[in-house]
């Protein structure tokens, strides 16, 4: 296979990397084998404790949290496949690895985790540190008829790296990135730089520091998730307007196939036919490896600017964020949240919608972007609250009052999904896009299709939440929250039905199955009916052709069934 290697492995990167000792390395912590993050982190336990106090009245319960099992005590399966000699010093098959890399991040995962139910590990993770481990792995696989599932934060929502195969395989190895998470080269002339696919966000940024830059994407999972995972899902950001996902960053892209190395020119723009980049943008590892990429970066930002306008039902709010998404401010944050949301992330406690906005810049002061902003707020009947508008210049943040209580929770809330559903709390979220004209249909159908799931399933009193994560010109990316009380031993049952009447309402009201949750398995069967026929075909011929084997992440996308895993009651 003609690869060109990526360079040295990093310190550490042979035995003593593998493991355990790869995920201590990956945060300030142990990371949890079964959830989010790092043990330890989250909100607080008071936080915690209010939070349990509050849905335990509302459900009529006493929410306790279970403890997870550890890892060690786990009865996992025996390895199938015998890890041959020159993979032996990257691969580890010890059962905390194991486990950790059998689910992803969702309610679906979690619940799992804590009932001990990991019955499809993989079989080994290997670590490669550099391209020519990553052309061994997928060689070895592809003569063997092992599965490979590329692997970078494992932060996915939608089953996209679990080790759910089917009998085709003898075995299957998850691909841990981790090891591959330098920045190569930082051109300062072009704002541009060439990272490795496994590098996780606080990584990528710890490295561009220096040079005043930065890559100025923030997903939630900012802190869990690598450079090669979002392009691989075309991830959204933080930021709600103009450049949300990864793919407005992309220059070029290098990607390993078990047919070979197929790499784009690095360019600003190109008309030169279909783009190789989209290609390999939202593949999900079904076509190969992304092993590095030309990403493009920003200065720091040096002005910022924000507020939060209340206004009293939900529709002024949508009308006011149409507004501001078709003024062309292109603000970095308009979000939009209903009164349940502002409610439970602490924003507003009265029963008003809120819309959080913020603007940042590098080059000005922001005062008339963020004035005309709220004015647009203003004629939709929007409140400004006592706190004003707040502006700081340097690398302070702009957040206060209702901003910053949404921040904080945003960015808590993956931990504290994780205390919910450890306490019998359906908690799982759901997103889409659709026009604005299709909107209000759309919102109504949800809410609609999701409560008379909370009743066909006993799963009431329940909560259904909406915010805006991102608006456009031509429509808004709807994220919705349930938490519902579960039903011990019913959990996965209870899920899946309201997630399939979640998906169905949609995808018939001319959504997106997903905006930047990604397909996974656990969306195949809706993102099928929305592509095109003929497009599936292609997508299965370029499968065809770069991993003729069909080793590489097989049940997502195209190919075998989309999960052949079934959920029981």
């Known amino acids: 296979m003609p690869v060109?290697?990526?360079?040295?492995?990093?310190?550490?990167?042979?035995?003593?990397?593998?493991?355990?000792?790869?995920?201590?390395?990956?945060?300030?912590?142990?990371?949890?084998?079964?959830?989010?993050?790092?043990?330890?982190?989250?909100?607080?336990?008071?936080?915690?404790?209010?939070?349990?106090?509050?849905?335990?009245?509302?459900?009529?319960?006493?929410?306790?949290?279970?403890?997870?099992?550890?890892?060690?005590?786990?009865?996992?399966?025996?390895?199938?496949?015998?890890?041959?000699?020159?993979?032996?010093?990257?691969?580890?098959?010890?059962?905390?690895?194991?486990?950790?890399?059998?689910?992803?991040?969702?309610?679906?995962?979690?619940?799992?985790?804590?009932?001990?139910?990991?019955?499809?590990?993989?079989?080994?993770?290997?670590?490669?540190?550099?391209?020519?481990?990553?052309?061994?792995?997928?060689?070895?696989?592809?003569?063997?008829?092992?599965?490979?599932?590329?692997?970078?934060?494992?932060?996915?929502?939608?089953?996209?790296?679990?080790?759910?195969?089917?009998?085709?395989?003898?075995?299957?190895v998850t691909m841990d990135m981790g090891l591959m998470g330098r920045v190569l080269d930082v051109d300062q002339t072009s704002r541009a730089a060439s990272i490795e696919a496994g590098a996780l966000g606080p990584a990528i940024e710890d490295q561009l520091r220096p040079y005043g830059l930065t890559i100025r994407h923030f997903p939630q999972s900012f802190e869990f998730s690598s450079l090669g995972g979002w392009i691989?899902?075309?991830?959204?950001?933080?930021?709600?307007?103009?450049y949300t996902h990864i793919d407005d960053l992309v220059e070029s892209i290098r990607l390993v196939a078990p047919a070979g190395v197929m790499e784009s020119r690095r360019l600003p723009g190109s008309g030169a036919g279909p783009s190789p980049d989209r290609l390999a943008l939202g593949s999900e590892g079904a076509l190969g490896v992304i092993t590095r990429a030309w990403v493009r970066l920003q200065a720091r930002p040096r002005w910022r600017s924000g507020a939060a306008v209340r206004f009293r039902s939900f529709e002024e709010g949508v009308a006011a964020a149409k507004a501001v998404a078709q003024s062309g401010l292109f603000p970095a944050n308009c979000r939009l949240l209903d009164p349940g949301e502002a409610l439970a992330s602490g924003a507003d406690?009265?029963?008003?919608?809120?819309?959080?906005?913020?603007?940042?810049?590098?080059?000005?002061?922001?005062?008339?972007?963020?004035?005309?902003?709220?004015?647009?707020?203003?004629?939709?009947?929007?409140?400004?609250?006592?706190?004003?508008?707040?502006?700081?210049?340097?690398?302070?943040?702009?957040?206060?009052?209702?901003?910053l209580q949404w921040r904080k929770s945003f960015l808590n809330g993956p931990y504290l999904r994780d205390i919910l559903a450890c306490s019998g709390v359906l908690c799982e979220t759901f997103e889409t896009a659709v026009t604005w004209d299709r909107f209000g249909a759309l919102n109504d159908a949800v809410q609609r299709a999701v409560r008379g799931a909370f009743e066909e399933t006993g799963a009431t009193p329940g909560i259904l939440n909406c915010r805006f994560t991102h608006v456009y010109p031509d429509g808004p990316a709807p994220y919705?929250?349930?938490?519902?009380?579960?039903?011990?031993?019913?959990?996965?049952?209870?899920?899946?039905?309201?997630?399939?009447?979640?998906?169905?309402?949609?995808?018939?009201?001319g959504g997106t199955i997903t905006h930047h949750h990604a397909v996974g398995r656990d969306h195949r069967k809706w993102y099928e009916e929305q592509r095109p026929a003929a497009f599936g075909s292609v997508l299965s011929a370029a499968k065809a052709m770069m991993d003729p084997a069909w080793v590489c992440n097989p049940g997502v996308l195209v190919g075998g069934s989309a999960s052949e895993e079934e959920v029981e009651e």
Do not use: N
């Not at 985790?113 to 052309?135: I, M, N, T």
């Not at 691989?232 to 103009?242: C, D, M, N, V």
């Not at 004035?371 to 400004?384: F, N, Q, S, Y």
């Open 232 to 242: 691989a899902t075309r991830a959204g950001g933080h930021f709600a307007t103009l």
């Open 480 to 509: 919705y929250t349930v938490l519902a009380p579960a039903r011990e031993g019913s959990e996965l049952a209870q899920w899946s039905v309201i997630k399939e009447a979640a998906s169905e309402a949609v995808l018939a009201s």
């Open 349 to 403: 406690s009265t029963g008003m919608s809120v819309l959080v906005l913020a603007f940042e810049s590098a080059d000005h002061p922001l005062s008339p972007w963020i004035e005309r902003a709220v004015e647009c707020c203003k004629d939709h009947g929007g409140i400004l609250g006592d706190e004003g508008i707040q502006s700081t210049t340097g690398e302070s943040r702009a957040d206060g009052g209702a901003a």
């Open 4 to 172: 060109i290697s990526s360079g040295d492995a990093q310190p550490g990167s042979a035995a003593s990397g593998r493991g355990e000792g790869l995920e201590h390395s990956r945060g300030a912590g142990r990371r949890k084998w079964w959830g989010w993050g790092v043990e330890g982190g989250g909100p607080s336990e008071d936080q915690a404790r209010s939070a349990l106090e509050s849905l335990g009245m509302l459900f009529g319960r006493k929410l306790v949290p279970r403890v997870p099992p550890s890892a060690d005590h786990l009865d996992l399966p025996a390895p199938k496949v015998v890890i041959p000699e020159k993979l032996g010093v990257i691969a580890a098959q010890d059962s905390f690895t194991r486990a950790s890399h059998a689910f992803g991040k969702s309610y679906r995962d979690v619940i799992r985790s804590l009932h001990g139910r990991v019955d499809h590990p993989p079989d080994a993770v290997c670590y490669p540190a550099g391209e020519k481990d990553v052309a061994t792995i997928l060689e070895w696989c592809s003569d063997t008829s092992v599965a490979v599932i590329p692997y970078g934060g494992g932060s996915s929502v939608v089953g996209g790296v679990e080790p759910v195969v089917g009998d085709r395989y003898l075995g299957v």
